[in-house]
């Protein structure tokens, strides 16, 4: 089983819907981030959380909503989706412990077609 | 705000070729670069891990150095296989936030 599972893996909705993305982890890992990727752009961060109190905006919130419920989950919502929101998603964690290397483990993506 | 540029965009190569892959950043002040691989349809796979004191980090055919005074990284395949073909994306940690800045991305294939 991954270590960070992304639900859905593919998704196309309508303009206007709203839309959430689920992360959930197993490695015990306090800090969790969303990605979107899309092409030629590399990886751009949209929010992240150090712990289940502390939310962050991260290089392009707007249109996007977080939500920590739990150390293990981080749920990204697109409250009324637009074609520009259609991407590749990526939930990644990190643990404090090695705050100073900075590894994220990656889920293996959510793929977003807003219509 | 750190910018983390990859060239080529793409690269093609005969199988058993050794390779480089470039990367280059604008702020020297990193805490570490990290290279990884993914695959179509997949998510990123960590391939190396370099702190800011150190200058290269090596596994197994794949061997990744870092200038940081001149903001550059390269990551060096040797004797390329098919089953490398993925596209390498390079990222640094910067800033008190401790965030990771992605490249774009360069898209390798080796040919049988």
């Known amino acids: 089983d991954a270590d960070v599972t992304q639900t859905p893996r593919n998704r196309i909705t309508k303009t206007g819907k709203r839309i959430m993305l689920e992360c959930s982890q197993t490695k015990g890992h306090d800090r969790m981030y969303w990605y979107r990727q899309d092409p030629g752009l590399g990886l751009r961060l949209i929010y992240y959380?150090?712990?289940?109190?502390?939310?962050n905006k991260g290089e392009i919130s707007d249109g996007y909503s977080v939500s920590r419920q739990a150390q293990a989950k981080f749920s990204l919502s697109l409250e009324s989706a637009i074609p520009n929101q259609t991407a590749l998603y990526f939930c990644?964690?990190?643990?404090?412990?090695?705050?100073?290397?900075?590894?994220?483990?990656f889920g293996e993506g959510s793929r977003l077609t807003v219509l | 705000k750190q910018e983390v540029t990859q060239i080529p965009a793409a690269l093609s190569v005969p199988e058993g070729e050794n390779l480089v892959l470039n990367c280059s950043f604008t702020?020297?002040?990193?805490?570490?670069l990290q290279w990884f691989r993914q695959d179509p349809g997949k998510g990123l796979t960590s391939l190396l891990l370099i702190q800011s004191s150190q200058r290269e980090q090596t596994s197994g055919r794949l061997n990744a150095s870092l200038d940081k005074s001149s903001g550059r990284s390269t990551l060096y395949i040797a004797a390329s296989q098919p089953g490398d073909s993925a596209t390498y994306l390079c990222?640094?940690?910067?800033?008190?936030?401790?965030?990771?800045?992605f490249g774009s991305g360069t898209q390798l294939t080796v040919l049988p």
């Open positions: 990222a640094v940690v910067s800033g008190s936030a401790r965030q990771l800045t």
């Open positions: 702020d020297s002040a990193i805490y570490n």
């Open positions: 990644a964690t990190s643990d404090r412990r090695h705050m100073n290397t900075g590894e994220l483990f």
């Open positions: 959380s150090f712990d289940v109190k502390d939310i």
